[in-house]
């Protein structure tokens, strides 16, 4: 059974059933290789603003052969705090070859990957990809989602032309339609004129 969620926040498939997830916080798939803490069930919740935006851009791209595949939107700010415990217990590094093997873990906090306060947190922020709806592969964008390093700046150069032609394509529909790309990472879009750009939450996925 689902939660009665806060006003403006909605379950993300009941606007936008198409919309395919991989919440890798509710698994291990993830940089720490464990749950996170506020992760209960595998749900996308997100400010309903922002579903409304996701639903048109899905339609897009679908008329593409594509699909958005989402891996993260709202996020519990204890979940964040989970990530701050982790990146001080520096001998757990767990998962360093696969998401972070350039980079020492006591630099996370210094070079701006870990944080205390997370945009996700505010409702309206997603990390996302595009799949090929015959294949249900996801298009290679070049790094792996939550991989620490260059290589996941939006405008790295040091992969395919492919690469960068799906990173383009991913940017330019979601640009065009009322989301703001971050600087370090190809995933990662926050609404604009966000409807909670200054709260953030703790209520837990479930």
């Known amino acids: 059974m689902s939660q009665k969620l806060p006003d403006g926040f909605v379950y993300l498939h009941e606007v936008a059933p198409s919309i395919q997830k991989e919440l890798r916080y509710f698994s291990k798939n993830n940089f720490i290789g464990k749950p996170i803490d506020g992760y209960q069930r595998n749900y996308i919740i997100i400010s309903s603003k922002a579903a409304k935006a996701l639903k048109k851009i899905q339609q897009l791209f679908l008329n593409e052969g594509y699909s958005l595949k989402i891996f993260d939107a709202y996020r519990p ?29 006591s630099e996370l906090f210094k070079q701006g990957y870990i944080a205390t306060k997370s945009g996700h947190s505010r409702g309206s922020t997603v990390d996302l990809t595009l799949i090929n709806t015959i294949t249900k ?43 703001t790309p971050f600087e370090n990472e190809w995933w990662h879009f926050t609404l604009q004129k966000e409807p909670f750009a200054r709260t953030y939450f703790n209520f837990p996925i479930y």
Not at 85 to 94: K, P
Not at 142 to 147: E, K, L, N, P, Q
Not at 162 to 173: A, D, T, V
């Open 137 to 179: 592969a996801e298009l290679d964008m070049g790094s792996c989602y939550d991989f620490f390093g260059i290589q996941s700046h939006p405008f790295h150069k040091n992969i395919s032309e492919k690469q960068i032609e799906n990173r383009m394509f991913l940017r330019k529909i979601m640009t065009s339609n009322g989301f």
């Open 77 to 105: 700010q204890r979940a964040v705090a989970h990530f701050v415990r982790w990146a001080y217990v520096l001998e757990d590094t767990l998962m360093k070859k696969q998401y972070y093997p350039d980079i020492s873990k």
